[in-house]
């Protein structure tokens, strides 16, 4: 295949697309929000895993988890509408361990719901 038609295919191909739509956090938020759209593009490579094995595959994840003085991310749980998908989940989960959370002096819940969708 020529070059110039490779790339004209390139551009042409949906990308995955992760957005942060909204998150909660009561202490720490500026921080917590940095993070949470630092985490947007690895989600996005999460995202692109799944659409292999399901193309066409969109919607949201909510995210909720909690911040513990000395421990950082505790618990974490998530619930999707339309992406009921064995590969998204259980990466998103695993991004978001290894994240780099802010220190917290108390417990701090959050709920961060990410919108995934194919962009051109």
């Known amino acids: 295949?020529?070059?110039?038609?490779a790339l004209l295919?390139?551009?042409a191909a949906p990308t995955p697309h992760a957005v942060l739509v909204k998150s909660t956090a009561t202490a720490h938020a500026a921080a917590v929000a940095r993070?949470?759209?630092?985490?947007?593009?690895?989600?996005e490579g999460c995202y692109d895993l799944a659409l292999k094995a399901a193309p066409g595959l969109k919607g949201?994840?909510?995210?909720?988890?909690?911040?513990e003085?000395?421990?950082?991310?505790?618990?974490?749980?998530a619930s999707a509408d339309s992406l009921q998908d064995e590969t998204l989940v259980p990466?998103?989960?695993?991004r978001l361990r290894?994240?780099?959370?802010?220190?917290?002096?108390?417990t701090v819940t959050v709920h961060?719901?990410?919108?995934?969708?194919l962009k051109r």
């Open 35 to 43: 993070e949470l759209k630092a985490q947007a593009a690895p989600l």
């Open 69 to 77: 003085p000395g421990s950082g991310l505790t618990t974490l749980s």
């Open 9 to 11: 295919l390139l551009a």
């Open 60 to 67: 949201t994840l909510t995210l909720t988890f909690e911040l």
């Open 98 to 106: 290894t994240a780099a959370w802010p220190e917290v002096k108390s």
């Open 1 to 5: 295949m020529p070059l110039s038609l």
């Open 112 to 117: 961060a719901t990410y919108r995934f969708e």
């Open 91 to 94: 990466c998103a989960k695993a």
